[in-house]
Every structure is written in structure tokens, then in C-alpha cells.
């Protein structure tokens, strides 16, 4: 198992194109919790994802009560501006399941209401409501790859980068919780 990424409802295409770039980037999971405030063939998600929507592995649920049928509650950590606790303590384990909330909303207060304990927040200065959410998977995703001893570098140096025009995400790596693949807890093999 590996760690992944959960956005509960996005709401902004260029948000989530960059969490699917640096969950290709990570070889991270993204799964997104419905509705989505886009079609995944947005312009814009297409966009900010770049060429590397095929490296991404996708699963997409129709709502929360699907996702928690699909992944065991232990796996979840939580992230919220409301958090209890900072994220340098969360305990990171190499199947961790990071859960954010979306961009407009944040964190659902059922969910920190009923998981307390498992709420982190990114220390930041008062003044600062909250950071982009693109940001915030970005912080804890590095840091939670660095707790758990991840190699990301094969030490070769890397190709010259694809130049034709980003097309839309590929449907073989693009999953749906309601035709689970019987894997188990929401993961999926390449």
C-alpha cells in the first residue's frame, strides 16, 4: 500500500489538476469525493494536471458514505485550518490516507467533530485564514513521504519533457468506487 490523497467535493479545476500533477509526481493516489465542482474534462483541471493525467491513479466516489465503505477509518488523517494539532505530529504510516476538505468549505465539521484526535492544521500566522488547497496537499504530502522514508529519485537524469497538448485523463487509470476492483481498501494496482 501506498499513501493517499482524498479531496472531499472539489471546487476549483486548477486546484485539482495540480494535486493530480504532484500526485503523479509522488506516484500518490488521488481520490475524489463527489460532486465535483467540474467535469474531469475540464479545460482548466486538463490544464494545471499538464500531460501527466495518465500517471495519475484516479478513483473517483460518489459521495462520502461510498468512500468510507472503500477505506478503512484507522487509515484517515485529516487536515483542516481548524485542526487541533499541528501536522508535524500527525502519524504518518506509509498507507496513511490524507483527507482535505475542499476549497470553499474546507474540512466538513462532522468529520472534525467526530475525529478530533485526527485533525492536523498547517502552522501559519494569525493573520492568514488558510493557505490554497493545492498548497496544503503539497506540504503534508512531502512531509508525510519524508516521515515514512519514500524515495522518489532514481538518480537518472530526467527526459526531455512530452511537448503535444495535454489531452484528457485516461480512463484505464481513472476508477470508480462503485465498480470496485475488489483490491481492497479503495487501492488499486498500475
Not at 467535469?39 to 478513483?59: H, K, T
Not at 462520502?64 to 504510516?93: I, K, M, N, T
Not at 537524469?157 to 483490491?183: C, I, K, Q, W, Y
Amino acid at each position: 500500500m501506498s499513501l493517499t490523497v482524498v479531496v472531499i467535493e472539489p471546487q476549483i479545476p486548477p486546484n485539482t489538476g495540480n494535486i493530480a500533477r504532484l500526485c503523479a509526481a509522488t506516484d500518490t493516489s488521488l481520490q475524489l469525493i463527489e460532486p465535483l465542482g467540474f467535469s474531469l474534462d475540464d479545460d482548466q483541471l486538463r490544464r494545471a494536471g499538464l500531460d501527466y493525467w495518465n500517471e495519475v491513479d484516479l478513483w473517483v466516489h460518489p459521495s462520502w458514505r461510498e468512500f468510507r465503505a472503500a477505506v478503512s477509518r484507522d487509515r484517515c488523517l485529516y487536515f483542516s485550518a481548524h485542526g487541533g494539532q499541528s501536522y508535524f505530529l500527525a502519524p504518518f504510516s506509509p498507507n496513511s490516507v490524507l483527507v482535505f476538505g475542499n476549497e470553499t468549505m474546507g474540512l466538513p465539521a462532522r468529520i472534525r467533530e467526530k475525529h478530533p484526535e485526527r485533525v492536523y492544521r498547517i502552522p501559519m500566522r494569525p493573520a492568514v485564514r488558510s493557505l490554497n488547497l493545492a498548497t496544503a496537499v503539497g506540504i503534508v504530502l512531502y512531509e508525510a513521504l519524508r516521515r515514512v522514508g519514500a524515495q522518489l529519485e532514481d538518480r537518472t537524469p530526467p527526459t526531455e519533457a512530452p511537448t503535444e497538448r495535454p489531452g484528457r485523463p485516461r480512463r484505464d487509470r481513472l476508477h470508480h468506487s462503485t465498480h470496485h476492483s475488489g483490491r481492497g481498501e479503495g487501492q488499486s494496482e498500475p
